[in-house]
């Protein structure tokens, strides 16, 4: 393969590195409504009569509500608590309740951040779980970052090292035909000049 065409590879890898990097950052900012619905629990209870089940909510924006409904709530009572944090808790709770049959609230987000959803239920409880709110689908993607930045650096650096490669190949050529033209015998002038 010619350094000329490895080198169109490697822009080619730049120009996705670029697109991915422009990816994490932008599309995580991009907020629209989202929800999901999950019957709980999750995990079977298994040898235990409690269970503590996590759901993960997406950074939402400051004074934007997350709509919570919890249904079908049976035998006993579940206690409800959203605290702020992705999946680890950084701060007091922000709502807490116990929910003996149904339960429908909007709970107004303080700051910009994720959230974490605990349903803590006992004597093999079961429940239907519904959030929603505003929050980008691409959330996930903002992870992703160093290594799209490390696609753009093997593109740039792909690229530039086989741009060095074709200049080279070029300037040896020119040269190589620079010495022909030169070592080429002289050509007889016509007799009528």
């Known amino acids: ?18 697109v991915f990097f422009a990816s994490t950052e932008l599309l995580p900012l991009v907020k629209v409504p989202q929800g999901f619905t999950s019957a709980g629990p999750p995990t079977p209870y ?4 409690y269970a503590i089940s996590g759901y993960r909510i997406p950074p ?5 509500y997350i709509n ?7 035998p006993s009572p579940v206690l409800v608590v959203l605290e702020p944090g ?6 007091p709770p922000v709502y807490s309740a116990t ?5 429908g609230v909007g709970v107004k987000s303080p700051s910009d951040q994720a959230y ?4 803590s ?29 490390l696609v753009v650096l093997v593109g740039l650096g792909g690229f530039y090292y086989y741009r060095a490669i074709r200049q080279r190949e070029e300037l040896e050529a020119a040269v190589m035909a620079e010495r022909r033209g030169a070592s080429a015998p002289p050509q007889p002038q016509s007799a009528g000049h």
Do not use: C, H, Q
């Open 46 to 49: 298994g040898s235990v009569p």
């Open 116 to 119: 974490t959803l605990v349903i």
């Open 121 to 149: 239920s006992v004597n093999r409880t079961t429940y239907v779980l519904r959030v929603d709110s505003y929050w980008s689908p691409f959330f996930d993607l903002a992870g992703y970052t160093a290594e799209a930045v």
């Open 1 to 18: 393969m010619r350094a000329a065409t490895k080198m169109r590879l490697f822009g080619a890898v730049l120009v996705v590195g670029v």
């Open 60 to 64: 939402v924006d400051a004074g934007v």
């Open 99 to 103: 929910v003996a049959r149904a339960l």
């Open 68 to 74: 919570i409904t919890v249904a079908g709530v049976s």
């Open 86 to 91: 992705n999946g680890v808790s950084t701060g």
